[in-house]
Nanobody, 120 residues
Framework: QVQLVESGGGLVQAGGSLRLSCAASGRIFSIDEIGWYRQAPGNQRELVAEMSRRGSPKYADSVKGRFTISRDNTKNTFYLQMNSLKPEDTAIYYC??????????????WGQGTQVTVSS
């Protein structure tokens, strides 16, 4: 069974940085598209950043220039570097991955979520 385990959330002051990690484990043939989402209280979950297996990143306008998504395919781990954090970045952050788990079978998996709180 495939699991995604997140780490790296916490409390930081505005202007600070955090790095989120998402480690995939289990029966994994390859990891295709990866993504980071967030959900603030009262809001819908929104896409923050995504990246194809080839490494082409895309970002929400609200985080462009501040957040960087990256991946290490040798470790089945991917990251979200968050700089210049703002109070409006406060949310639970979730990682998501499209994973090839066997012959002609690809499933999507979610991490458990990690809280990021930015104080003003």
């Amino acid at each position: 069974q495939v699991q995604l385990v997140e780490s790296g959330g916490g409390l930081v002051q505005a202007g600070g940085s955090l790095r989120l990690s998402c480690a995939a484990s289990g029966r994994i043939f390859s990891i295709d598209e990866i993504g980071w989402y967030r959900q603030a209280p009262g809001n819908q979950r929104e896409l923050v950043a995504e990246m194809s297996r080839r490494g082409s990143p895309k970002y929400a306008d609200s985080v462009k220039g501040r957040f960087t998504i990256s991946r290490d395919n040798t470790k089945n781990t991917f990251y979200l570097q968050m700089n210049s954090l703002k109070p409006e970045d406060t949310a639970i952050y979730y990682c998501n991955a499209e994973i090839d788990v066997g012959p002609k079978r690809t499933d999507y998996y979610w991490g458990q979520g990690t809280q990021v709180t930015v104080s003003s």
